[in-house]
DNA sequence: AGAGTGATTAACT
DNA sequence: GTTAATCACTCTA
């Protein structure tokens, strides 16, 4: 029994309220539902780290747009990466998906993974968005539209808050203002997908430092 | 630990 | 119009 579909509303919040949120929620594209474990906050104004930070461009005009539109960009020559944009338009809100677990769709996905154990299909952002079948052309998609070929639904099962963990993205920390008051990354505790470099607990301080 | 890859962008002419 | 630096990753060792 699928959640119910995520809309602007749900969306429209800000993107440390929707990440949670995004926790459990599953997305589906092209025959492969995946359902969500490991996210990451992206907010252009304050976080340097963004690509938004330094202003609006062509690649990341969908950024500055309404909760609930895909953005969808692409990295290292080789590797598309999805995110949700969340907050009101004009803010530069995103939500990078990270991590997820293939919940239905399993014989599509194993084709698009050949040689790829199911619980690597989605271990990484670009994994995600190669086992889904996203690429560039879905960037700036509305996904709450009526007939998105990409939709977002609500945990089909609530999921315990308690599960949820978060941390502070490594290098972003310390800029002042929001930057260091809210976690940027989420993930859901015990989940076998949600990417293995990643601390799981405090990490001790840097060895030499 | 390193290689690989190509879109994007700013800084040039 | 051209160029060079950058990149939020994955795979093969």
Redesign the pocket.
Known sequence: MPGRRLGRRALGRDVHDVAPALLGATLTHAGVTVRLTEVEA?SGAVDP????Y??R????APMFGAGGLLYV???????W?V?VVTGREGTAQ?V?L?AGEVVAGHDTAAVRRPG?RPR?WCR?????ATTLGVD?ALSGLDTTAPGSPVVLRAPAEPVDPARWRSGPRVGVAGEGGDADRYPWRWWLDGEPTV?PYRPAKPRAPRPGA
């Not at 960009?73 to 590797?79: I, V």
């Not at 990484?124 to 995600?128: N, Q």
């Open positions: 992206y780290g963004s690509h938004a330094r202003g461009t062509p690649r990341t960009y692409f990295t290292y020559g080789m590797h990466c995110n995103a990078l990270r790829v690597d990484g952002p670009a994994r995600l560039g990417s």
